[in-house]
């Protein structure tokens, strides 16, 4: 009886040990939760950073920029950050938005191409960001654009048409 107690026992154990080693998360995933928990945090500062209020009480805004070590900080991040701005694009603020998609500007092309193309499209991204992302666009290679764009002039924004159709100008003059 004695053995089988202690078999209940270590099973028991093993039972406990396995349900925690599965539940922890995996090294990847603390890696992705701490760069956005990171990003987040230069664009909220930088954000801040770009706001006032004037005597009278009117509050007013500037672009909003991040210190170049913050800048350095977020190539340093990698394609990881690229996927935390990718989330920002999503933000119904037009500021956080915007300054996503500038972020996104110090990576390679490589790099964030697609998701920025894939922004462009994506219904939950608000009109504003999407017709932002059009117009960072017109340095990416036209035959990968191009696609893009002609679905974009369908877009029920009018901002957003307008935008891929002035895209879509520029491209065909440029052949």
């Given at each position: 009886m004695n053995g089988a107690?202690?078999?209940?026992?270590?099973?028991?154990?093993?039972?406990?040990?396995?349900?925690?080693?599965?539940?922890?998360?995996?090294?990847?995933?603390?890696?992705r939760a701490r760069v956005r928990a990171r990003v987040g945090e230069i664009v909220r500062a930088a954000l801040r950073q770009s706001e006032g209020v004037t005597p009278e009480g009117v509050r007013y805004t500037w672009r909003a920029t991040p210190a170049l070590s913050e800048m350095?900080?977020?190539?340093?991040?990698?394609?990881?950050?690229?996927d935390a701005l990718s989330q920002i694009l999503l933000s119904k603020n037009a500021r956080e938005c915007q300054l996503a998609v500038r972020l996104m500007g110090a990576f390679d092309q490589s790099v964030v191409l697609a998701p920025m193309l894939k922004g462009v499209n994506?219904?939950?991204?608000?009109?504003?960001?999407?017709?932002?992302?059009?117009?960072?666009?017109?340095?990416?290679?036209?035959?990968?654009?191009k696609p893009v764009l002609d679905r974009a002039a369908t877009d029920p924004d009018a901002k957003v048409r307008s935008e891929a159709v002035r895209q879509l100008e520029n491209i065909k003059a440029g052949q």
């Open positions: 107690r202690r078999i209940d026992y270590l099973l028991a154990v093993l039972l406990l040990v396995c349900s925690f080693a599965f539940a922890q998360e995996s090294p990847d995933q603390v890696g350095n900080e977020l190539r340093g991040l990698g394609p990881m950050a690229v994506n219904p939950d991204v608000p009109a504003a960001c999407r017709s932002f992302l059009i117009a960072a666009l017109r340095e990416a290679p036209a035959d990968v654009l």
